[in-house]
């Protein structure tokens, strides 16, 4: 091997399979699971506690719920080298993932209008036809906005590594081994 090709090496050949941190992974679950677990508290204490738009603690028991299911199926181990794994049974773990992503998604963009279109509604007066309940609204409309803000972090990153990638030409320096 000539010494250009060894100093050399496509970016995208070098990362075969992302880094896997497993203490990454099971803090991400455990926040994950929290908020969960939260958004269903607080949409279950506070069922009937806005008047001017009752779907949102639905959204917010419905979408915890969800992501609770989506973290417990993500903690079954469903490799496809594992010889005890059946591929049917992988293509149906599959086929559930996806079917709970999209739901998850379309019901995320119906809590967005359910919150957004409500801004801001009145804390205060019970009888008001434009009631909700301050903490309610509050975790739900804050949920949601963080939700926007740390995919807009992860696409700006995605972007400089994008950047990075296209500024080293598509290479990886990986050193002289002597």
């Known amino acids: 091997m000539d010494l250009e090709s060894s100093l050399y090496t496509p970016l995208l050949r070098t990362i075969e399979e992302p880094p896997n941190s497993p203490v ?4 991400m679950k455990i926040m994950t699971s929290l ?30 719920s969800f992501t609770l299911f989506f973290v417990m199926i993500s903690l079954v181990s469903c490799t496809p080298n594992d010889e005890s794994n059946n591929p049917v049974f992988n293509k149906i773990g599959q086929a559930w993932k996806s ?3 999209l739901f998850s998604f379309i019901w995320f963009i119906m809590g967005n209008i359910w919150i957004y279109s409500i801004y801001e509604p009145d804390y205060i007066d019970k009888a008001s036809p434009n009631y909700c309940d301050k903490t309610l609204y ?18 700006f990153l ?10 080293l030409g598509g290479t990886f320096w990986i050193g002289q081994r002597g």
Do not use: E
Request: proline share 2%.
């Open 99 to 101: 079917v709970i992503s």
């Open 24 to 27: 990454a992974s099971v803090s």
């Open 138 to 155: 509050l975790f739900a409309f804050w949920a949601t906005t963080v939700t926007y803000i740390l995919l807009g972090i992860v696409l």
């Open 35 to 64: 908020l969960a677990i939260a958004s269903i508290t607080i949409g279950t204490v506070y069922l009937d506690s806005c008047t001017k738009q009752y779907l949102i603690p639905i959204y917010l028991i419905v979408s915890g």
């Open 158 to 167: 995605g972007f400089c590594g994008l950047l990075c990638a296209c500024a």
